[in-house]
């Protein structure tokens, strides 16, 4: 199985973004839970949000309100919906499909 990030770049502040996490490979894709993560530089590894197998989602205070997962199991793919984004929301964005990891995709939010 491979999971491929993708979606990143630079924003001004307030602006937004989408990403996607695509998954490659024989898995049950609709029966995993799918998880979101971010890492800033110089700082740990964070949650910022989870889908589960059963439509429940979960989001980090931090985004809470200005992100949204989605997701389509028939393309084998999650999304990442992020609106008024901030300069603390920089870092690189991972994707966990059922504990694979992909290789993230930067976001950088700067003026």
């Known amino acids: 199985v491979q999971v491929v990030e993708s979606g990143g770049g630079l924003v001004q502040p307030g602006g937004s973004l989408r990403l996607s996490c695509e998954a490659f490979g024989s898995i049950l894709f609709s029966s995993l839970v799918i998880d979101w993560y971010r890492q800033a530089p110089g700082k740990r590894r964070e949650f910022v949000s989870m889908?589960?197998?059963?439509?429940?989602?979960d989001y980090s205070d931090s985004v809470k309100g200005r992100f949204t997962q989605s997701r389509d199991n028939a393309k084998k793919t999650v999304y990442l919906q992020m609106n008024r984004l901030k300069p603390e929301d920089t870092g690189v964005y991972y994707c966990?499909?059922?504990?694979?990891w992909g290789r993230g995709t930067q976001v950088t939010v700067s003026s």
């Open positions: 889908y589960s197998s059963g439509g429940a989602r």
């Open positions: 966990d499909v059922g504990g694979t």
